[in-house]
């Protein structure tokens, strides 16, 4: 394998892919308790990517996210407490309960927040990007969208901005070739979707998004030449989810050869797996990792049931302010 | 129930003329989010009963287009916050074309699509926007609170030449209620009293309808008696069913789940207070969401609508305006 | 002149700090197609005064997430009928983000536009959007009517934390009056009284101002004597600048270009009576665009929006209602 | 040259391009008299576009325009005493005058109509093409559009459907390099336009839109690929204004050399020297159908003058409508 990252970095980007796997795996038995509602949209089985992308980015970069926003979001380094917290609607999450899954952001960490709205984190985070140009910063912005958003005008307005301006914005479609029930073979002509890049004059590539390693090299290369001025730059990074498209989703429309293929390529066994590989961890160190992770999902969700709502008193003044 | 009168309205227009058509997103095999499609496309095939991709502004327009063009599209929106998308094609074509035509072009476009907050779905899928579209010159907008409006509007929708906004509301699909079966067609501008009353006259639509009934039962019990008055369609507006009934009633309350500035409410309080003055015994009550984006915290949420409580209070608050005004006690 | 104004704000602001900038199509080397931004380009560089594509969704999106991130830009749309494009950025996004992040998210984001009706640019380019904005929680909505407002109102937008509409008027560019030098700011929610007066109360804004003006001196001569009242901003709304007003006239005109249907001053109105009732001695009069879209023909533009005869008519209906209508005699 | 056009087809291109050349020409005049009110952006320049596309489309086909409408109308074949009516916003008008130069629709013959706003007509004539295949026709529809609008997310989400849906639709790009006075280079970083068609699946071409020719031949092409269920296709004309964006934009801004240079290339020179080189026709009859088509101008604003406007009484029953 060329250039294996540093033992840090793959263990960092295996740690991130369990934590994730872990939040939306034990977030999905509390949303079928009943304690979280709304919608919750899980990132199984797409792990590889918010985990690589992020793992390339620095501290003062931006992300901004989609509605299938919680790996991004752990990528990026949340407190997990604070994104239970917000699941559960509690004063102490992210957005004090206002926001809910679809919404979590942490402006001041650079992250601007999951989507309800396919499309919108596109023109958000070119925006972001246009700020830090205005500052004079080299702060990279990445805004991860999907194939659905691929279709929707923003996606074109939007990128075509970052590039006339050269803006530091890297542009992740994480193609998990379907929009709810829609086969992207519905929705476009063309399914390699980076092609919509390469048109506008934008340096696009593909990867497999399955494959965090792979990710997290394209975007470090990607990084440095925003940073060196050759931005934007989009990866389209190809994928599959493991379930419907929400809790609710039974996902029957999804052809099991596919789904066991894509399983079979789990990103979170190949972040493992490359842990172990490349850096020769022992059992008893992945074991001793998951087991970490594992408690500390555990003690996010004591905090959150320990945690208070937003009274009526702080709510009338919230929006006397409206 | 509304989901299935909806869904006899399509497939009755749909059977009768060959120029109907639906669009939207996971409409065709998945039946639709709110399973008002299911079945079409077995009925009618893939060229009338078709998905589209994520593209809200994309698929209003195309809609628009065809309408201008003789077909009879129906565009599905899945959330009426999504509308915002498509809003250029809404309100600068749609709604223009007939003048701007010298009224020979004509666009017989139905967008449906849902609206209302519930269920902890926050600020981008709860909205009541009605307002906007009752703003724009050239659409018609409609509102239906109960299965039959719903069959009823939609095939009159499917038969006239302007476009119609069609707000259905996700709390009403499950709604039960009697539907004529076949020919049941509701005429645009035809209000309804939901319940007859002499003490109040309370305007609402859409869930506010079912909402407020319960809060006049309640009231009955204690001697109020309140007429609920569904305009059923906001655009064009039955004025003179409105009129009529506070001619009768003298006091009146407006509830709408849309937050309350600048809402349908202050406009049709506006035209009681210009045509009707001299009928009014009290300031008319206002109920109306809070001035704020919808929170995801469920009993944040609960607080921002109009609840069954928050429409018996007004309503006794303008039958004793005195008790609540220093003014009206002088 | 008020583009001078605009201009100078601009300027100072951008002066003042480094993370202003601004965006629009042919605002650079043009100069703007009013010619506000004048010269900015080579006072600041093209990092901070720069051309877009027409792509009013995208630049909108992408002001608003440069707000997010910290900056302040000023996005200018042309036309505020073009705002439709971007409607999802404003209404979902830039309004709801310091709802949906619990306080935290603040987006000091700016649109400036220009509406209103004038000169044969027909149905697309001539609309009065205000009451769209209005309605939407989250939006500070802003409409100088005089130079110095235009100043002092955009230099404060520039220095506050929420999501500003800035609406201008194609009309008034070119219009004269004192603007103070520097530092004058005008903050948000504090209306004018731009001519008092005791018999009536006028609300106005925009370029309804001058109009109304002209009509309160042409009843002047009669002997009537309007207060007219310019809220400036409409949200917040300065409600108490007006109750005050209406508690000494007793009688309330309402002005607005926009149609009639669902605007702003059904608003006002609404308000009025709920908080006003036992003031008013008349129905509230609201004068108002008619709910089409404009007309290209310059006649029927004229009488698609408010003249200043139909402002002096409504004035002298409120002022003696009982020749209007038979219940008022009673 | 390869197979020229019938001599018949070849007469039309030319009396059409000249029929444009003398509706603007005369129309900026009557503008500078203060007769017209509003926008006029005239089509100078750009005839051979309009006039190639339309010269290849049947009866029952339909188009859709932008706010530099004129010329698609006339090769439309429109009525020029209407089109000079709703000019003058008289009540003989294609709109009564209601809707001026940016609206003028003849919707009982398929023409959509030119728009205000740029970038609609792309999804309006998409939806005209859905039409025709709701109805099981073979007619084909064709947009008529702008670099501008290539920007604009109604390109892409537009265009996209029509090719899912394998739409009779050709949207033909006028490339005129600028949008009012922002150059083309300013606002995307790939001038060649046509490649945005391919990158979705699109059947895209590049053609000289100063060769009304080539234009009808291409076109013809596109709409026989469409009738056999090949569309849509894009076409991308590259072409040059004459003058500045609307007749009160002087155009400083476009450089003299480009200017000679797309000028020394004029659509209307090239479509009158085809009738005269490959059909021999002789200056007397290139004389007589250019005095018949001035003269059919002279008796249009005739007409106009001659015409009422909508009475304030046929106003208000119009809006009681609303
Ligand atoms: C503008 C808009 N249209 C529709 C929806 C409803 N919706 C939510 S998720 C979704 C599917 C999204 O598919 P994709 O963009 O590929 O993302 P994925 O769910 O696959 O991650 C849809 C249609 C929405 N949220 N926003
Ligand atoms: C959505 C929208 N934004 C802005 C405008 C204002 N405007 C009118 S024409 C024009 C330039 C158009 O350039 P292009 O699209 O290339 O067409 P051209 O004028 O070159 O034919 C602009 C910006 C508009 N009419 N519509
Ligand atoms: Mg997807
Ligand atoms: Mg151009």
Redesign the pocket.
Known sequence: MQNAPSREILEKIFRTAYRIRVFETEGIKLYRQGLIRG?F?PYLG?EGIATGVCAALNEGDYVAS???GHGHCIAWGADVKRMVAELLQKETGYCRGYGGSMHIADIHRGNLGAN?????GTPLGVGAALAAQIRGSDAVTVTF?????SN?GTFLESLNLAAIWNLNFILVI???????S?R?EESTRDVDLYKRGTSIGVESHQVDGNDPLAVYRLTQEAAEKCRAGKGPILIEAKTF?HMG?HVNDPGKYMPEDRLAYYKARDPVDRARNALVEICGAPQAEIDAIEGEIAAEFSDAVEFARNSREITAAEFRQFVADY | MYREALREAIDEEMERNKLVFIIG??IAERGGSYKVTEGLLAKYGSLRVRDTP?A?AGMIGVGVGAAIAGARPIVEI??ID?AM?GMDMIVNQAAKFRLMTGGDGRVPFVMRTQGGAGGGVAA??SQSLEALFYHIPGLKVVMPSVPADAKGLLKYALRQDDPVMFLEHKHLYMSKGPVPDGEHIVEFGKGDIKRSGKDVTLIAWSNMIPRSLEAAEALAKEGIDVEVVDPRTLVPLDKELILTSVAKTNRVVIVQEAVRRGGVASDIASIIQEEAFYDLDAPIEIVAGLNIPIPFNLELEKASVPQKDDVIAAVKRCLHPEQFTARAAN
């Open positions: 919608y949209h797409q989609t509605h299938r309800g709205i396919v499309g919108a969208s999907t194939d659905g958003a929707n994480e193609n998990n070739q379907y929009a709810v829609t992207i989810r498209h | 997103e996971g994520i809200e899945l959330y999504f998308l981008q899928h």
